[in-house]
């Protein structure tokens, strides 16, 4: 196996939220929900937006429409089965691409379509000629890729290029892969296949970013992700965490990632799926110091224990007061609502909360024990993020290469 350089383009973004993360259990958006996560993704930059599979239902269609009529600069995608009646439906969307999807794994073959391997790539081959010659670019991704036999993905993707696709997806369909197995995959599969390709990792093993970065790092140009991990079971790529870290570790990548938390935040509202405190980048924590250690430490420069910085991907750094808390925690938070204390008085805050039960003392929190330890009330609470106190600028970020 070669050994993969590290790539010097980023790859594009195809965004799915609207179709695989709308397959998340219990999750539908509605039709100006869909317009508005699709116009903060195109504001992000994301090059396609996969908006849908038409032939699940007529809301679905005018989804996809709807999105296709905001002219955004990304380009649009319907997702379809390799069928005449479903492409017709996503011309009629006026999507400029569409993704056709057909397993070739042998338990498929048998149980599910009954077909052998010939009959398949006839009705592929169909499909992708049919969706050209209607004026559709086309990508076509066996399904279930990695688990599938490795000679019939070669010979049903070679037959979709020459009828037409313009890009294969390998997909990760039940997030089989580490990243070691999927760099192995793509360089061998990169051998027998001579086209651009697309990459798309379930989260079943929590490595779907990782993979990801596998497979760009062994020449695939297009990653499927979804805003907060979201799709079937465990989700696919996470859209944050992933464009994050190319351009932290990597220094490229045209994405505004301070829209990350807005995308984080609506998405989730209309999923009604909540981001997990811990979540990379988007998540409560993410940005959260603790311990009084800690935070001394990142007061003096935050490199100490920030990766990146949170201003650059729109979040700001928070110092949680509790009892791990020391007394630059206190200053700090006091000072955010308009309050310098002394010593004497930080001192004897800090020996309530150490005192206390609470698991994390808020504004209202400190206010209660700032009038308990000095007996003066805290007015007109006014949360101010003050740079002189907890500077949000730029930390030096560990390259690779
Ligand atoms: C699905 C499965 C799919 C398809 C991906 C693709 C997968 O929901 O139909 O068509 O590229 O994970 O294989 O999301
Ligand atoms: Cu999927």
Redesign the pocket.
Known sequence: MTTPTVPTEAPLILD?TL??GE?TPGVAFSIEEKVQIARLLDAFGVAIIEAG?PAVSPEVRAGVRAVVDEGLDASILA?SRALREDIDLVLATEADRI???F?VRDAALEARFRKDIDAAERLVVDAVEYAVDHGLKV?Y?P???VRSDFRKVVRIANAALTAGAERI?I????GAMDPFRMQRFVTDLRQEVDAPM?V?C?NDLGLAVANSLAAWHSGVTVI?TCVNGL??RCG?TDLASLTTAIQTLHGIGPWDLTLLPELSETVARHARVPVPVQAPVVGRTAFSHNAGLHVSAVLLDPSHYENISAARVGRQRELVLDRFAGLPTVRYRLARLGVHATDEEAGAVLRLIKQSEAREVNDDGLSEVWARATGRAITGIVTTQDPAIAPTGDVAVARTD
């Open positions: 799915s179709r695989e397959q599979h997702h993704g056709l999807f397993c990508r991704t399904e279930d890729t997806s997909a990760d369909t039940c697309n798309h379930h499927d799709g079937e696919i």
